[in-house]
């Protein structure tokens, strides 16, 4: 079974930036899509940022677009998300996942691995 370790994360000021790191315990090449998705409460799921897992293409939500940035390393089975710029908006739970459907990578349906969530708030 896949297991997703997630670290990073914390409180920060309107502007500043946090890297989210989320380890597999197994080859992440056997799941389509590797991926961060946020939730704040009351919410559902949005996701934030994929990648291929074989490939580096890469999708993000508008919302981000030009402030973050999904990388990956196959070797290390290591994905991480960098945030800059960061904004009180960006407030949330952020969990990294792997799995998704083809052509949905930022729809959580699909994701059948999850990490534990970390915690992002970002103060104005």
């Known amino acids: 079974v896949q297991q997703l370790v997630q670290s990073g994360g914390g409180s920060v000021q309107t502007g500043e930036s946090l890297k989210l790191s989320c380890v597999a315990s197994?080859?992440?090449?056997?799941?389509?899509?590797l991926a961060w998705f946020r939730q704040v409460p009351g919410k559902g799921r949005e996701g934030v940022a994929a990648?291929?897992?074989?490939?580096?293409?890469?999708d993000y939500a508008d919302s981000v677009k030009g402030r973050f940035t999904i990388s990956q390393d196959k070797d290390m089975n290591t994905i991480w998300l960098q945030m800059t710029n960061l904004k009180p908006e960006d407030t949330a739970m952020y969990y990294c996942?792997?799995?998704?459907?083809?052509?949905?990578?930022?729809?959580?349906?699909?994701?059948?691995?999850w990490g534990q969530g970390t915690q992002v708030t970002v103060s104005s």
């Open positions: 996942a792997a799995g998704g459907l083809s052509g949905r990578s930022l729809f959580p349906e699909g994701y059948n691995y």
């Open positions: 197994r080859p992440t090449h056997t799941s389509r899509y």
């Open positions: 990648i291929l897992s074989r490939g580096v293409s890469s």
